[in-house]
């Protein structure tokens, strides 16, 4: 195999006939990139670079972010913390037409404040929403869409497994993308709610009300998630006040999970060892897959494709933004075939360099990394719920059982639209993410 960019296509082409074939996402990587590197430079070039590479990815402190951040949130779900969520955000909402719909996407935003994974979002709120959903004869597609789509504020709204590793590989603050990520996941909370609004204005008996309750239960009920709140303001409060770094409050608000969820009585033995195996295997998941891009990321470089990528984007003609505009697109067709950090795991290493050297705004180049990191975690999230593949789908579908998926994506694209305007105004406004960026240390 010649170091040409047609063998970078037979790379890609390679590591998607392993995952069409079901294999693992690391390994559907890792034995392309081992079989090219080989190919390309030699067997014992590869043997060097092999006894180095586990230990030069997994070395980088701020990783150990990911692990901690993981087990914040399983004690949250596992210490009860979801449910006493939604209840609050039923009680104030669930009188509404959709209101109970609603609740949902309210109680993903406030568990993906402590969990920072979409999909557990999805999961955990999907089965406590889901049978409350179906006992007021909500119509299923809206109630299984809604947490899909609810589930994707789990990596919007800080604190974020994907933004963190992003934040890695860019070589950015984690502090400044959590606090970019802020503004953008308030206006996917919005709009997602009206949206919701909007369809059962149209259509009242997808989304029917369910009696007002009194206003002192709602106070009890909102009483019951001050750990909630108070684990996010400690945590995040140090995090941007300079207090501690991002570890550091990771730890701190794994520990206070741990603790509100024993002050519940809801925390026993078994919860808590379920809370540290799911932990020890999404984190040996994610990193894994880490060896396996990076394996493949090589081999690539050894083609010279990044190279040849910058050079066509510096020759073309395009105005910069619509060059930007084209590799969203790509990131939008990529994630129809690909997990969420597989995807930025293979691409940013060349896509960044390119987004860097653009004019953009007159940004420089910090913001306009932080800027392109918030972008790219948007249209993320529209691969988690679009078809054919939507990841959250997938998992809400098995929760749900007998809502027929092709009825889940139908009503998804309601949710897609709120996407779309959302990813347009950040495109637009760049100051929509870095805003609260300048009050960061």
């Avoid at 949710?415 to 609260?436: E, Q, T």
Wanted: charge should be positive; include cysteine.
């Amino acid at each position: 195999m010649d170091a040409t960019p047609g063998s970078a296509l037979l790379l890609f082409a390679a590591m998607l006939a392993l995952m069409a074939l079901r294999m693992p996402i690391w390994v559907a990587m890792f034995v392309p990139g081992a079989v090219g590197y080989v190919w390309l430079a030699s067997g014992e070039a590869w043997m060097a670079y092999l006894k180095g590479l586990a230990f030069a990815r997994f070395s980088i402190y701020d990783l150990s972010v990911i692990p901690l951040f993981i087990l914040m949130g399983q004690f949250a779900a596992q210490g009860g913390l979801s449910r006493a969520l939604y209840r609050a955000a039923a009680a104030f909402v669930g009188h509404w037409r959709g209101g109970l719909a609603q609740a949902s996407i309210l109680a993903c935003a406030a568990f993906g404040a402590v969990c920072g994974s979409s999909v557990a979002t999805a999961a955990t709120i999907g089965q406590v929403a889901l049978p409350e959903m179906k006992r007021y004869r909500y119509e299923p597609a809206l109630a299984t869409a809604t947490v899909a789509a609810g589930g994707t504020l789990g990596i919007l709204i800080p604190p974020s497994v994907v933004l963190v590793i992003y934040a890695i590989i860019a070589e950015q603050n984690i502090a400044k993308l959590f606090a970019a990520a802020l503004v953008p996941g308030l206006i996917a909370l919005a709009g997602y709610c009206v949206a919701i609004a909007l369809f059962c204005r149209a259509r009242p008996h997808a989304g029917p009300a369910e009696p007002r309750q009194h206003a002192a239960a709602r106070w009890r009920t909102l009483w019951s998630v001050w750990p909630v709140v108070g684990v996010f303001a400690l945590v995040f409060g140090g995090i941007y006040g300079g207090v501690f770094t991002a570890v550091e409050g990771a730890a701190v608000g794994a520990l206070l999970t741990l603790i509100a969820g024993i002050g519940r009585g809801a925390m026993r033995w078994a919860g808590l060892r379920r809370a540290f195996l799911s932990t020890a295997a999404t984190t040996g998941m994610i990193f894994m897959i880490f060896v396996g891009a990076d394996m493949l990321n090589t081999a690539l470089a050894l083609t010279g494709m990044p190279a040849l990528v910058a050079a066509f984007v510096a020759d073309m003609s395009w105005p910069p933004l619509l060059v930007v505009v084209a590799i969203l697109l790509v990131y939008i067709v990529l994630g129809a075939v690909m997990d969420e950090l597989s995807m930025l795991l293979l691409t940013l290493p060349v896509l960044l360099p390119t987004v860097l050297a653009l004019d953009l705004y007159g940004l420089a180049p910090e913001a306009k990394a932080i800027w392109f990191g918030i972008l790219v975690l948007c249209v993320v999230n529209i691969g988690l719920i679009a078809p054919p593949v939507g990841l959250n789908v997938y998992v809400v579908h098995g929760i749900a059982g007998d809502v027929p998926m092709t009825a889940t994506y139908r009503r998804v694209m309601i949710f897609l639209a709120a996407d779309a305007v959302r990813l347009l105004l950040l495109l637009a406004f760049p100051m929509l993410s870095l805003w609260l960026v300048q009050f960061v240390a």
